[in-house]
């Protein structure tokens, strides 16, 4: 169900194109509603603005003297675990086993090891909880193989590493089909 517009409630299948908010069933109820908008229009494309700018820029590298998954302090008793070296999330041995405070902010690995190589896991995600939906095409052992109708039908390169092999089908790289 399409939202309701700004003016009349009815539903909405126009937005504003400048500050992609405000929602509009017709250009009459745009036209009716621009007094009461323009100034909060102007206010959300600056908000637009900063929010972009906030989300293109990179993430400040973690202290490494603390563990980045629960903040505790780091000692010759409580050494460091793992540190990643791209994006420097640094955890503590408790964390590193801790599923959600062990994965680090890169968005295509953890901890230096690309996710594209691992069984899909709902906690490979990107630091800030979005999950990677990329190529897959995990290490296998003898006698542990995944049947041939999960991998698409052709070798090609990964859209992650590279790696020219056979990756699994779209439907099979959602960690719900393995949890």
Not at 111 to 127: A, I, L, Q, V
Not at 134 to 158: F, K, L, M, V
Request: net charge negative.
């Amino acid at each position: 169900m399409p939202p309701p517009c700004q003016v009349c409630y009815e539903d909405a299948t126009l937005v504003c194109s400048a500050c992609k908010c405000a929602r509009y069933c017709s250009e009459k109820c745009q036209k009716q509603d621009w007094k009461t908008h323009k100034k909060g229009c102007e206010f959300q494309q600056i908000l637009n603005r900063v929010n972009e700018e906030h989300a293109a820029a990179p993430r400040a590298r973690p202290n490494s003297k603390r563990c980045t998954g629960c903040n505790v302090k780091f000692s010759r008793d409580y050494p460091c675990e793992d540190e990643c070296p791209d994006c420097g999330y640094v955890v503590c041995e408790s964390c590193a086993c801790d599923s959600s405070s062990g994965t680090c902010y890169c968005p295509q690995s953890n901890f230096g090891r690309k996710y594209c190589s691992m069984e899909p896991r709902w906690y490979h995600t990107d630091g800030n909880g979005k999950a990677y939906c990329g190529d897959r095409h995990p290490e296998t052992y003898p006698g542990e193989e995944y049947p041939d109708d999960i991998y698409e039908p052709e070798p090609r390169a990964c859209n992650n590493c590279g790696e020219v092999t056979r990756v699994f089908k779209e439907k099979y790289r959602d960690h719900t089909y393995f949890s």
